[in-house]
């Protein structure tokens, strides 16, 4: 069916912007699935310039901490240790002096770039288009391979301590001798495949859905800013001469205020799952089964 001219002319004017919000600011582009000459350079910068906020921010707390009564940013800290450091109390069964400090890390890490979703859309990518970048993503956890990255991370945290307790054998056992496990040599034997390969998907599945989770639900919730976006963006400044267009800038702000409280939520409940389960996996590797 052919589009009114009006429509015609909007829709690749719609296309490109949602297209524009989409793309990295990168080096080239990636040859086939997997290209690791692909530098995204806005990932890399927002991830390393949160990680030194974040460091920033807890070096501040450390030198201004009181014995007397704290002030309310001392609390603010001091109440979000307390409190990752209950949940590795309660889940972190082995005795590491490394899992608390880890789970804070990636708590606020990862908050911080979730944080990242509720600056206006057109924010930073319109300065960085005044400075003369063609593109630029200001949200880390929408990159998969800032999440993978993350993700694999902890994967080979989760192998490194899973050895180190249980002894290569132990590792290699845990994978050959369950879930099904016989006293006769023989009828173990057969179970060997079957059990290798039930715990090989569900071992290699842990930081594949650690990073989809993540990358899923921040993606999700970028698009929906960017698609209320669009909502005035053919519009102009003609919005403002007609009451239909006033209803659009009406209804953007009132959607875009709903969504920008739902996606902090959900922004704060993604760094919460993926540190819960950093934790729960760390935990199950210094288990004996």
């Known amino acids: 069916m052919q589009l009114p001219p009006l429509l015609a002319a909007e829709t690749p004017n719609l296309t490109e912007y949602i297209v524009h919000h989409i793309t990295f600011l990168t080096n080239k582009q990636p040859v086939g699935l997997i290209d690791f000459s692909v530098v995204n350079f806005d990932s890399v910068f927002f991830s390393i310039a949160l990680a030194l906020l974040f460091f920033g921010v807890f070096f501040v707390a450390a030198r201004r901490c009181v014995t007397g009564v704290p002030g309310k940013f001392q609390c603010t800290i001091e109440m979000l240790l307390e409190q990752v450091n ?27 770039f979730n944080f990242m979703d509720l600056l206006p859309v057109d924010l930073l990518p319109g300065a960085a288009s005044g400075l003369g970048l063609a593109h630029l993503k200001d949200v880390p956890s929408t990159d998969l391979n800032i999440v993978f990255g993350l993700s694999l991370t902890v994967f080979a945290l989760i192998i490194f301590y899973s050895i180190r307790m249980k002894g290569l054998g132990g590792f290699i056992a845990e994978f050959t001798l369950h879930p099904f496990a016989s006293k006769n040599v023989l009828v173990q034997a057969l179970f060997v495949p079957i ?95």
Request: net charge neutral; charged share 5%; with cysteine.
């Open 195 to 289: 059990n290798l390969l039930l715990e090989s998907v569900m071992f290699f599945a842990r930081p594949i859905s650690l990073a989809l989770r993540l990358y899923g639900n921040l993606y999700a919730g970028e698009m929906v800013f960017v698609l209320i976006a669009l909502l005035t963006l053919t519009s102009g400044y003609h919005a403002l001469t007609s009451a239909v267009g006033w209803a659009l800038i009406i209804g953007q702000f009132i959607l875009g205020l709903a969504w920008t409280g739902f996606d902090l939520i959900i922004g704060a409940l993604q760094a919460f799952i993926f540190m819960m389960l950093t934790v729960v996996y760390l935990s199950q590797a210094y288990e004996h089964h």
């Open 86 to 112: 209950q949940q590795v109390r309660d889940t972190f069964q082995g005795t590491s002096r490394l899992i608390a400090p880890l789970a804070l890390t990636i708590f606020c890490w990862v908050f911080l």
